[in-house]
């Protein structure tokens, strides 16, 4: 079935190719599966997802994003004249409502899996929102005319549709928590039975930041050539005070989604899924609405 050996995940960039990884490992990689990726940019990653299937197989991918780009990946495609699937939505996360794509009525698909590389702040609670939406009972198929008849109302139409598929996994790699608010964050129940106000999650938020605030110089001396700049990340670094609080910040942000997610039935958990000099950003959200057996060897937070 796969297009793309996993052999050479090493010619992929490590945030695609971990992402990827856990992708198979979940048995996500499957036929008539449907990705829908989040604040998708250029849409690496659903290329990436694409290319491992083969011609014969290829999937769909959705890509969302509020602003147009160039260089789009899903181009590279047709150029090729290749076969596979993509589908563009121009539209701000927090106003999506996945179950309205007519796509996803025509019964191409046995299941639905979200993915995005580092989705900012907001962004990721409404598009966690957007998809427990999903979990709400689908439509049922309702006789109320012919299809073939132009003149049939659009939500008549709608009705006869079938329901949309079931929503298997989500695996959103989190970044930029410092742009999360009180009124968009996933959770608010969780983080007020801590006992915490929408002024005190306004300070948690702003502090975040710490946690990927830079390195710091241990002594005066310091190598600003190129190779210099690297070297440095590695023997110069100092942690400071301030980031070990950034970072619990953050994890107390990505918690109470997580409490948030199994108060909604599904199985979620926080993986590092890179090492933090390839990114500082390097935890993955993993969610799944039914408890499969999962052979990996993440670290859990």
């Known amino acids: ?47 990436v997802v694409q290319r491992t299937f083969s011609v014969s197989d290829r999937c769909h991918c959705i890509l969302i994003d509020r602003a147009a780009c160039r260089r789009k990946a899903e181009n590279h495609h047709k150029k090729m004249k290749e076969s596979a699937s993509f589908q563009r939505l121009l539209i701000d996360i927090e106003h999506l409502h996945l179950s309205k794509l007519e796509c996803l009525h025509e019964g191409q698909f046995d299941r639905l899996v979200a993915i995005s590389k580092h989705l900012c702040g907001a962004a990721t609670d409404f598009g966690l929102r957007c998809l427990l939406s999903m979990l709400q009972p689908r439509t049922v198929t309702v006789d109320t005319g012919d299809l073939s008849d132009p003149n049939l109302p659009q939500s008549k139409r709608f009705c006869q549709q079938q329901p949309p598929p079931q929503l298997e996994a989500i695996l959103m790699a989190l970044c930029c928590h410092h742009r999360c608010t009180w009124p968009s964050v ?15 999650f306004h300070l948690i938020s702003h ?15 310091w190598d600003h050539s190129a190779e210099g700049v690297v070297q440095n990340c590695h023997t110069h670094y100092v942690p ?41 950003e390097n935890v993955l959200l993993v969610a799944t609405v039914k408890r499969l057996e999962q052979k990996t060897c993440d670290v859990c937070v």
Do not use: N
């Open 207 to 221: 502090m975040s930041s710490w946690a990927v605030c830079g390195v710091r110089a241990e002594d005066a001396e």
């Open 240 to 280: 400071h005070p301030k980031e070990e609080i950034g970072l619990k910040c953050k994890r107390l942000i990505d918690m109470a989604r997580v409490w948030e997610l199994r108060q909604s039935g599904l199985d979620a958990r926080l993986v590092y899924y890179v090492d933090k000099t390839v990114s500082l």
């Open 1 to 47: 079935m796969l297009g793309y050996s996993f052999a050479h995940l090493c010619d992929i960039p490590s945030l695609q190719a971990s992402i990827l990884g856990h992708l198979q490992s979940m048995g996500m990689l499957a036929p008539r599966t449907c990705f829908v990726e989040f604040g998708a940019g250029k849409g690496k990653l659903s290329d």
């Open 186 to 200: 996933l959770g608010k129940g969780f983080l007020e039975q801590l006992g915490f106000t929408p002024a005190d």
